[in-house]
């Protein structure tokens, strides 16, 4: 069984159903909508849609409100649950393909997909676990004048055409195996949004498998909000505070250790294919 959880706030209903309509798989059993901004409606709308459980709540932060599902997920007993944006779509066969590919791969317990913006270019949804340095040069400074460190980074210089076991996965599709999330715990809820997604993805790394999985594409209109925000951006530095303060800010050898080792199958799979 699979269950998925959304999280949404003031979201757009076009937005909404366009994701619903991905999720149609036999496979997933319940669909929970945690609405932040307890919007008329949405929970209008969720009234006529199959399988989703609408749950409104005061605005309690991403990682708390996906939480909630969590938990009645692995009550339900389900062997996987997805954390999903609204803002995502993809393939309505893709969740059996995901599925097929935890079942062959019990070490895996976590994945995300090979994922593109709307206009087919390539999202970096996997990245090197973040240095307070290379935060605070991509947050303020162009990236001209840091490239080289912001492509590293990004491992922008590989194909993303293989599987590849990397401790940072972006939030906006985490597919996990219950049965390791629940012994891991779910999302940190010190981080009320952003940075929730890497910790999480870190301590999941600890025990298991966090994979990139690029059979599957998926599309995410990421719009990269605390950019463009003034509110968001302070929730977004706030939140990379705690996550240094947590995981050490200079000092990390976790960091270093997981960073090298990301740089180095990167390399090995890179020279694998050019003997070939």
Request: with cysteine; glycine share 2%; hydrophobic share 40%.
């Amino acid at each position: 069984m699979i269950t998925v959880s959304i999280v949404t706030f003031h979201t757009a209903i076009e937005e909404l159903q366009k994701c619903l309509q991905s999720l149609t798989s036999s496979h997933i059993e319940y669909i929970f909508i945690i609405d932040n901004s307890q919007e008329d409606y949405i929970r209008a709308f969720c009234a006529t849609q199959p399988k989703v459980e609408y749950i409104p709540q005061d605005n309690i932060g991403y990682g708390a409100a996906h939480n909630l599902a969590i938990a009645k997920s692995i009550a339900r007993h389900a062997t996987y649950h997805l954390v999903l944006n609204s803002d995502v779509y993809f393939a309505p066969d893709s969740i059996n393909a995901i599925e097929s590919y935890m079942d062959e791969h019990p070490d895996v317990g976590q994945l995300i997909p090979n994922t593109i913006y709307p206009n087919g270019q390539l999202q970096h949804v996997v990245r090197l676990l973040p240095t307070p340095a290379i935060q605070i040069l991509r947050r303020f400074l162009p990236k001209t004048w840091f490239q080289k460190q912001n492509n590293q980074f990004l491992l922008r210089d590989w194909k993303h055409d293989k599987p590849l076991n990397v401790p940072f996965h972006m939030g906006c599709f985490m597919f996990f195996r219950n049965c390791i999330l629940e012994k891991t715990g779910g999302f940190d809820e010190t981080f009320f949004m952003y940075m929730e997604d890497v910790d999480l993805t870190r301590r999941i790394h600890k025990s298991a498998k966090t994979i990139f999985w690029p059979k599957v594409t998926i599309v995410h209109n990421h719009k990269r909000e605390s950019y463009k925000n003034r509110r968001l951006l302070k929730i977004h530095i706030k939140s990379a505070i705690s996550y240094f303060n947590k995981w050490g800010w200079f000092f990390d050898k976790e960091r270093s250790e997981w960073n090298r080792e990301v740089l180095q199958d990167i390399c090995s799979s890179t020279e694998s294919s050019v003997s070939r």
